[in-house]
């Protein structure tokens, strides 16, 4: 079955970051474009040079990341998220927050007071470890 084309104004670009405080103090860090909402869109991460370190595409009951090496499927976008970042990302909150909705997701805290500066922080307090998200769009 095709997929459709999300809404032509559903779509961002900027840099994203996510940093998790524990023992190995992980980081993750990449340019992305983003397009569609939390039932069908599609990701794709850039590393500082602009090559592909991934791309992420989903529609309901179905979730594929290609890394370019390896193609991974799931029918779970929450899980393959978690393996690209290393960490769990409150997805459909997230797209509320692009659109300047503070929406609530389980243990997380969204910061949306410099999105029209295109800006986004989110911190997760629960479960740890705790983890900090910045999200900053192009404009």
């Keep these: 079955m095709p997929q459709a084309e999300p809404a032509q ?7 994203l970051a996510l ?3 524990d023992s190995s103090a992980q980081s993750f860090f990449a340019a992305f474009q983003l397009q569609g909402n939390a039932e069908r ?10 090559n592909i370190l991934a791309r992420l595409t989903w529609r309901p009951g179905s979730a594929l990341l290609d ?11 929450a899980a393959l998220t978690r ?15 692009l ?19 295109g800006r986004i922080t989110a911190t997760r ?12 769009l192009d404009h």
């Design 99 to 117: 659109h300047g909705r503070d929406m609530a997701a389980s243990g997380w805290q969204a910061d949306l007071s410099a999105l029209s500066a």
């Design 83 to 97: 393996e690209l970042t290393g960490s769990a990302l409150p997805i459909t909150a997230l797209f509320a927050w």
């Design 19 to 21: 940093q998790v405080d």
């Design 9 to 15: 104004d559903d779509r961002w670009s900027g840099r």
């Design 125 to 136: 307090l629960q479960p740890l470890p705790t983890a900090v998200l910045r999200v900053v």
């Design 67 to 77: 890394d370019g090496q390896n193609r991974r499927t799931s029918d779970s976008l």
């Design 41 to 50: 869109g599609r990701l794709t991460l850039f590393n500082p040079l602009g």
